[in-house]
């Protein structure tokens, strides 16, 4: 668009806006259109252009983004500014109006520039167009002294005569419904003249101003009209039909008819005032009359400047931009002409000559928010008064208008902040800043921004950093993953890429996995088997892999013992498992007893029993016991004869998984039990029942196995010898008491009593260890009398004191056993007295004639008895008729629940 750079500035190139501060060269694209179909951009010079020539003016420190971006409204603006001049121009909110110096009105579209209607209303030049608000209708005045306002839609049309040229014109905003459809000129005769509809149709004129020059500027917004003379700025309120304020010039300002005044209503009530060199915010408000001046006549309303400065530049144009200003910058710049040839040495003079145009952004204290300079057709030729700057507030548009150029600045968007940041190098933060915001971009694709990205990464050297992005941004485009991963090989990369590499959703082609494989088996073996181990075979030719490892491997077979570890894995991979299991024999290296299991190699092993002990006799012989059927005990055992320890490691594991399957080798387990370790043999002889305890005497007798001997005794009968071992041999006298205790023989304890009589230190540990087992006043008896017993002392006050403790004891006992007894009888006592519920209407259960109700009145001859066992009364009569004749009532016993035996003492009702 107009906004993009320019190429060299030696070079002659059309005339096109050029962003200020911008150093790069720019890409001229002729007949490029921007939106709508006769939009052009930076389309060719015209005849007309004097410059010749384009230079920017470029600022190094000045890198700030450009709030605005240009297009330069072509297609039937061209056309008709071809043979003649614009001199005015209004925006409405679809279309343009713009009058030129042959007094045609041509109506454009907005943004394309491309022609609606036209109009041949006046016979001169047209100076001054207005709009109402909704766009209705057209108002134009022309040197012809003719005014004429027109409807767009219908056939309306009034014209107006004047004895002199109309300069300047302005419609009432709600011109179409108004009753009096009134209107505003002004022009050389310095009268502001207001006209009106009156009786019959006819117009009746007002003179509201007059008497203070020519009237070059008229803006009417909502009820407040404002014009400019050569005295200064004035503002009438066609409400109260009062003039309600003056601004006056600014002293030492040009001449007012070589920098006319612009005026641009920012709202209903802001007035922006730009006079040659000076600029000059007011505000309309309204005035509240003090109290007790009722019948004062001061307006009803002022105006009040909160802004005002002076600018290095002409004001050619005024409008705002959100909180900021907007115009259009008329600048002059000194050059040297010859009074003759350069040859002759002819003298030289400076002449001041028109600079580009620049349209700038300043805040309401002068401080500039954005420069640029414009690239206008013929800018040379023009003076100040020969621009125009017009705005669509509710776009931000602006139109800046020369006699031969239009061109509109808009909000630059986000596609324009993204093409910046790419101009720039900040492909990362072009990418942030359209990071959720997919729905705004237009001429930028999110995908293309993050591979841009993704290239800057890759020329800075970020190779890292750009693989770890690829998953999110490449997603699943196969042809992407495929053009990335080709980039990443042509700078020998793909070690970086090579872990975000997707092997399922997406699936890529074999031949590119390949080629990563194959870059790595070249130049790095490691790399090269992580990423087989990491990869599904299902994604490459394993045998094509298979064969060009073993031609790596042959160029130097003595290295490489990686290569031969990942050979053996791709056999695995292609269901060559004797190759893969050989290779891992060899190498002693990688997983070959889950190989076995896994697959089912056991039929391979048969003969490489040795070599699997030898590899890891832990895991062998775990693995073998775990298979016994179909790698048998007797052929491990018998290829493992010259191993020993290899068939101690077998037997013991095959103790722990499966005792009966090693029945047959049991005195050959406890042999090599013996000679390896020892000391878990008595472990064995306990857990084992295979073991053939003959044999296993013989192993313990030749390598003098003491505890191990005495267990073998115990377990066939042998107690008086093995206490003999423990004597002699171990010399041990807890070892003997504890055996004693265990066997619980009173015979073997007087055995140990007879042999310790010799032995004062067996004593002694008798002594200390009497108690249910040892009688220790036998013991004492026993001991020969003038035998020295070292400790003896001890050993009698402990038994002493065992003894005292014991009696006291039996004692407490006592006592905590006669209180029981005592607290139980009194509560079997008073259970007993307690009383019970008896039904006075039961009859007695053996005769079933006694009513127990009618006892009292029979006298003494019969009474209720009742026992607690089961709570049941009978008669007293039918109880003594039991056994014929009367008896003692304590001693009697319940018929029903013990008849035979005693029963507890009954109550008598």
Known sequence: DLGEKEKMADKPVQPELAEKGDKKEEEEDEGETESGSGSEEGSGSEEGDESGEYESETDDEDDEEPKLKYQRLGACVAEILKDRAATCLAVAG?????????????????????????????????????????????????????????????????????????????????????????????????????????????????????????????????????????????LFDTSTQQRISYIDRPKGSPRPDMFRCRLAWKDDRTLLIGWADSVKVAVVKDNVQPRGQAGSQLPSRYCELIAMFKTDYMVCGLSSFNDSLVSVAYLEEEEEEGSGAAADGAAKKSVMESARPELRITSYRNEELCSDALSIRGFKAYQANDYILESLPEENYFYIVSPKDIVVAKPRDLDDH????????????????????????????????????????????????????????????????????????????????????????????ANVYAMVLNDFLQTDAARFQQTIREWPPALYDVRKIITAVIEQHGKDPKGHEILMETLGELYTYDKQFDKALHIYLKLKRGDVFNLIAKYNLFDSIQDK??????????????????????????????????????????????????????????????????????????????????????????????????????????????IKKALELIITELGDVTEAIDFCKEVNDDELWTDLIQRSLSRPDFILGLLNNTGTHINPMRLISMIPT??????????????????????????????????????????????????YR????????????????????????????????????????????MDGGRRDLAVISCPVCSPKKKSKPGKRA
């Open 94 to 234: 679809k279309f343009l109006v713009l009058g030129t110096d042959w007094g045609n009105i041509h109506v454009l579209d907005t943004i394309s520039g491309n022609e609606c209607k036209t109009f041949d209303s006046h016979q001169a030049r047209i100076n001054d167009i207005a709009v109402d608000k909704n766009g209705d209708y057209i108002a134009s005045c022309s040197d012809d002294g003719k005014v004429c306002i027109r409807s767009l839609y219908t056939n309306d049309l009034q014209e107006l005569s004047f004895d002199r040229p109309v300069k300047a014109i302005a419609i009432e905003p709600d011109f179409p419904r108004s009753k009096k459809r009134q209107f505003v000129v002004g022009g050389l005769a310095g009268e502001l003249v207001l006209n009106e509809k009156g009786w019959f149709g006819n117009t009746t004129k007002k003179v509201l101003h007059a008497g203070e020059g020519p009237i070059l500027t008229i803006k009417w917004r909502g009820i407040f009209i404002a014009w400019a003379n050569d005295l200064g700025v004035k």
């Open 418 to 509: 993204i093409s910046w940041l790419h101009l720039r190098g900040q492909f990362e933060e072009a990418m942030q800043a359209a990071e959720g915001k997919e729905a705004q971009l237009r001429t930028h694709d999110m995908l293309t921004i993050r591979q841009k990205f993704l290239a800057d990464l890759v020329g800075q050297g970020e190779y890292e950093r750009a693989a770890s992005h690829c998953p999110q941004f490449l997603g699943s485009d196969i042809n992407l993953w495929e053009k990335w991963i080709c980039t990443f090989a042509r700078i020998k990369q793909l070690r970086s890429i090579s872990h975000y590499i997707p092997v399922d959703n997406p699936r890529l082609g």
């Open 609 to 718: 029993i040795v070599l699997l002990m030898e590899f890891d006799p832990e895991k062998a012989a775990e693995l073998l016991v775990k298979h016994t059927s179909r790698v048998s005990v007797v052929d491990v055992i018998a290829q493992l004869e010259s191993k020993e320890r290899f068939q101690y490691v077998y037997l013991e594991k095959l103790s722990y998984e499966d005792a009966h399957a090693g029945r047959d080798f049991g005195t050959l387990q406890v042999k090599l039990t013996a000679k390896f370790h020892p000391e878990k043999l008595m472990s064995l002889l306990k857990q084992s029942n295979y073991i053939p305890l003959k044999d296993a005497m013989q192993i313990c007798e030749e390598n003098m196995m003491i505890p191990e001997m005495v267990f073998l005794l115990q377990r066939v009968g042998n």
């Open 786 to 835: 003038g035998m020295r017993i070292p400790g003896l002392r001890g050993a009698l006050v402990k038994i002493l004191q065992d003894f005292s403790l014991q009696c006291e004891l039996r004692k407490g006992c006592q006592t905590i056993l006669s209180q029981d007894a005592v607290m139980l009888h009194r509560r079997l006592v008073t259970a007993q007295k307690r009383g």
């Open 838 to 881: 008896v039904d006075p209407g039961n009859h007695c259960p053996l005769c079933n004639v006694t009513d127990f109700a009618n006892l009292g009145s029979s006298g003494r001859s019969n009474r209720m008895v009742s026992f607690l066992c089961c709570e049941k009364q009978y008669c007293l009569k039918c109880i003594e008729g």
